[in-house]
């Protein structure tokens, strides 16, 4: 029994001590490996590490965005969030952005953005970027340069369609307006100054402005931005924080022309309402009321003795117009006011289809989505009360007939 009791003992101590030996082995094997790896990570990085372990890094990606993991050897954590949706929207957008050279320029150095909107080809850009000339060079992303034509353009919304010919051509993502806010970041991506693909940040600073053309036509529900705008940013997308294009950058409010002043996007929903237009029917076609017409204040509300300060006076009408026939009244009484003559006594639109018109704001963009031929009901405060004509006729809107207004 002593023996078999000894033998026993013998080998549980022996066990004991192979287990404390592979133990001792396994993290002596721990420590090896540890130091190697720490060695590779300091040497290569996690994304060397990852590839030396066989791992495809280039198809790791997160987020709705899809950001990669590793962007060139840099890991995208050591990026903050901000950071990493600017990267992915400018990887994303930028090859739909071109930059138009008239085809007579030898330099080829640019005068302005555009924005490709369909695979086949068709550019939205501004039209003072594609005026004057019908032939252009569109400089792409990837170094190509294509050959592209005019196909038609809209003064009084400052916007032209060109198209270009070449394959595998990227089509922005085309999104509203209807959900920006402000406080709203956005981007744009342009040319300012012949520096080509350059971004920019801001904020969606207001909505639905009213922009006066250098045509003399309005742009309603403009899109006012921080984000800095210069010469070259012209016909350029104005991008909202999902990456798609919210508008168009179109113009520059300041005394210089430069960036220290107010920039205005038109709106995406109003850029391929025009554009659609255009390359259906080479124009675009708007109604407009045949008279000359004031926005009313309290000036001359005061000056009246209207009970009323909002709306649109008319001031006079075409004798025998679509306006005269359909029953509007201008005035009778001319008055100085600024460097004009207008007429007092005359209607005061303040609704046109039901919808309420306090200003210049309200009846553009009652008008906006009209054409030639059509006919509307107005809404007319006339002498103490309101009454509504119904079925007046529009007339087209021209530039000449847009300068019907007293501002």
Known sequence: MLVIAVAAVSILVFFLLALWTRALTAEEETERLRSALESVLETEGEKGLLMMAGVPVDAISYGDDRIPLFSGDRPSWELTDEEQRGIAIYERTRGSVVRIASASELSGSGQGAGVIISPDGYIVTNRHVASPGTEFLISLYDGRVLEASL??????????????????????????????????????????YGYGWSMTKGIVSGLGRMVFTDTGGMLPSMIQTDAIINPGNSGGPLISSDGRMAGLVSSIYSKSGSAEGISFAIPASSVMDTARAIIQTGSVQRGWLDMLSVELNAQIAEYSSLPISEGIL??????????????????????QYGQSVIYLG???????????????????????????????????????????????????QTEENTRWLVR
Do not use: C
Not at 153 to 165: F, G, M, T
Not at 367 to 380: A, F, N
């Open 151 to 192: 196909v038609g353009s809209d003064a009084l919304s400052d916007i032209a369609v060109l198209k270009a010919e070449g394959e595998g051509l990227s089509a922005i993502s085309i999104g509203t307006d209807d959900g920006l806010m402000i406080g709203e970041t956005v981007y744009a991506i342009g040319h300012p």
């Open 346 to 396: 005359g209607d005061v639109i303040t609704g046109m289809n039901g919808r309420r018109i306090r200003g210049y704001d309200d009846y553009f963009a009652a008008l906006y989505g009209t054409h030639e031929g059509d006919k509307v009901d107005i809404t007319v405060f006339r002498r103490g009360s309101e009454t509504v004509l119904e079925g007046v006729k529009l007339v087209a």
């Open 314 to 335: 008319v001031s006079q009408v075409v004798p025998g117009g679509e306006a005269d026939k359909g029953g509007l009244r201008g005035g009778s009484e001319a008055v």
